[in-house]
């Protein structure tokens, strides 16, 4: 098992910036494979950002050029730094984590076997 914990999660106005981030515990994040995911109320829980531990990172389309994934190896957290924030955007935001994944940079969700407890995004006109 591998705890994560997410925070930093709040309420913005569109155009603002966020920067929610994911605490690991037991393990390095430098072993895993992590990402960011969201859900909105009624809607499927969709891969944003993903980071393997070579340090490579994919996004989704919708938030390309907006949100930057990034991890501090001192501080084993990730971090998801989200900008030009659109009511779009809002949603319930997880953190996932797994040793092994078929693809290293999945935005799948069944790629991973652990996930926190989601961090809330809102985001207003």
């Known amino acids: 098992q591998v705890p994560v914990v997410e925070s930093g999660g709040g309420s913005v106005q569109a155009g603002g910036s966020l920067r929610p981030s994911c605490a690991v515990s037991?393990?390095?994040?430098?072993?895993?494979?992590m990402g960011w995911f969201r859900q909105a109320p009624g809607m499927e829980r969709e891969g944003v950002a993903t980071?393997?531990?070579?340090?490579?990172?994919r996004y989704a389309g919708s938030v390309k050029g907006r949100f930057s994934i990034s991890a501090d190896y001192a501080k084993n957290t990730l971090y998801l730094q989200m900008n030009s924030l659109k009511p779009d955007d809002t949603a319930m935001y997880y953190c996932?984590?797994?040793?092994?994944?078929?693809?290293?940079?999945?935005?799948?969700?069944?790629?991973?076997?652990?996930w926190g407890q989601g961090t809330q995004v809102t985001v207003s006109s």
């Open positions: 996932a984590a797994d040793e092994f994944v078929t693809d290293h940079l999945s935005l799948t969700r069944d790629e991973y076997n652990y």
């Open positions: 037991r393990v390095t994040i430098s072993s895993l494979y």
């Open positions: 980071f393997d531990k070579y340090g490579r990172t």
